[in-house]
Each structure stands twice: as structure tokens, then as C-alpha cells.
């Protein structure tokens, strides 16, 4: 098993940055990988980035690509999501989540963390 707690989500003015971080604990050793979805209001969840543990490459939906980075801490077993030059439309609850070695799909959920985006 693997918990993870997410935390930096807030409100921030449109063009403003945060930084999202979620801290794993638990089998860390057999995560592959370990993303960021989110779910805005009445829209269904979607993916946003990933990244491999090990050899750290990262994927990003088309609609952050240039404007968010994920990165991971090994040491601290954290990954993080940068996300500068915030929209409106980028206000969602934002998830992280681990997949495991064994596993095709993400199994280990975060509780979410609120990011919303408003002048």
C-alpha cells in the first residue's frame, strides 16, 4: 500500500503561481510513476502530468505543457507540480496519484487538494 498527502493548493490571482507537493509514504519501492489529475465542477477528472520515479520523465496534458512542471524528490519520496502562469480555467481540485510497478492504471489516490484561480 502507498498514501499519499497532497498540500500547497490555495486561491491565486490569474498569471500567479503555486506549488503542489505530495508526499508518499508506505511501499514507495514499487511505484513506477506518479501523477497530478484534476477535476474542475461538473467536469470530469483529467489528466495533467506524470512522471517515471526512477528515470524521471515527465508527460503533460496539452493544455499545461509550458506553463507547468512536475518534478520528484526521491530522497523525500515527494513529487511536485509547479504551476506557473495560472488560468481560470486551471481551478480544480488537484489529485496525485502513484501506479504501481505491477499496475497498468493508477491505484493510490491522494484526498485532493482545491486550486482555484480568481482576481
Known amino acids: 500500500q502507498v498514501q499519499l498527502v497532497e498540500s500547497g493548493g490555495g486561491l491565486v490571482q490569474p498569471g500567479g503561481s503555486l506549488r503542489l507537493s505530495c508526499a508518499a509514504s508506505?511501499?514507495?519501492?514499487?511505484?513506477?510513476?506518479m501523477g497530478w489529475f484534476r477535476q474542475a465542477p461538473g467536469k470530469a477528472q483529467e489528466f495533467v502530468a506524470d512522471i517515471t520515479w526512477n528515470g524521471g520523465v515527465a508527460y503533460y496534458a496539452d493544455s499545461v505543457k509550458g506553463r507547468f512542471t512536475i518534478s520528484r524528490d526521491n530522497a523525500k519520496n515527494t513529487v511536485y507540480l509547479q504551476m506557473n502562469g495560472l488560468e481560470p480555467e486551471d481551478t480544480a481540485v488537484y489529485y496525485c496519484?502513484?501506479?504501481?510497478?505491477?499496475?497498468?492504471?493508477?491505484?493510490?489516490w491522494g484526498q485532493g487538494t482545491q486550486v482555484t484561480v480568481s482576481s
Open positions: 496519484a502513484a501506479r504501481p510497478v505491477t499496475a497498468r492504471t493508477y491505484d493510490y
Open positions: 508506505g511501499r514507495t519501492s514499487g511505484i513506477w510513476s
